[in-house]
């Protein structure tokens, strides 16, 4: 998904990172309006504990797509959503009310608590099912099988901008662990059965894809990229 810029202005690279995320939430943000904008929407989410140390372009993601602040004030900030980001997230399905996640891009030199994020939602996937075990819930996502398939056990996936551990992965369906804490801070907590979610696969995962797809990686690609010797060179050895 491309990222929507806005009218955003430069900002040092020493402050932070336009298009990468971490993956944990920094706050629940309460959508006040969503309204037309040309081809897109404007969007003006609530969130105070945020707003306040938010400056005039600077990317946050809102529930894992990123966007540029466009206009904020003491209570509320704003961003604009492009027809790219309306057709490849749920955002264009939410309605005055709504919760959302928020997290800040990253800045040079800080903790990566998740996985590496972009931002950039490959595409919408639903609640399928959940399973209370004590505190803790087992929930079950739908998915495009082409996103599926960049998936697996113990891998990293992005829902809704939240960074999680793949449990489980089906052709068309993967199930992820919510601990309390993710339950109680995010909109994983609360969606239910047939509820949009925006999915970003892994950065990594999407390229091991794209390679396995166009023919998968052969003895002759790696020989050709130098990562394994040719049959007519001589191998080579640590100390040498």
């Known amino acids: 998904m491309m990222h929507e810029s806005g009218d955003s202005v430069s900002q040092s690279p020493l402050k932070r990172s336009k298009q990468m995320f971490t993956g944990l939430i920094e706050v629940l943000g309460t959508l006040r309006r969503i309204q037309a904008d040309g081809p897109g929407k404007h969007l003006t989410i609530a969130a105070p504990q945020l707003v306040s140390e938010l400056e005039i372009g600077e990317s946050v993601a809102v529930n894992g797509a990123c966007l540029t602040v466009i206009d904020r004030n003491a209570e509320t900030c704003s961003f604009q959503a492009g027809p790219e980001t309306l057709l490849r997230t749920n955002l264009g399905e939410l309605t005055p009310g709504e919760r959302v996640n928020l997290e800040r891009s990253l800045r040079v030199g800080d903790r990566l608590g998740g996985h590496l994020v972009q931002g950039h939602i490959d595409g919408v996937g ?5 399973h209370k075990h004590g505190d803790w819930e ?10 599926a398939a960049q998936m697996a056990s113990k891998g990293s996936v992005a829902v809704d901008g939240v960074s ?5 992965v089906d052709v068309d369906r993967f199930s992820v662990a919510l601990i309390p804490h993710t339950l109680d801070n995010t ?9 949009a979610v925006n999915l970003e696969t ?10 396995l797809r166009g023919g998968g990686v052969t003895l002759q690609t790696l020989q050709r990229t ?15």
């Open 138 to 147: 087992l929930v079950w996502f739908r998915c495009p099988e082409e996103l």
């Open 164 to 168: 999680l551990t793949l449990v489980d």
């Open 202 to 211: 892994d950065l990594l995962a999407k390229y091991v894809w794209k390679c």
């Open 126 to 130: 639903r609640v399928d099912a959940r």
């Open 226 to 240: 130098g990562f394994v010797a040719g049959p007519d060179e001589p191998v080579r050895h640590r100390h040498e």
């Open 187 to 195: 909109t994983l907590g609360f969606k239910q059965p047939g509820a």
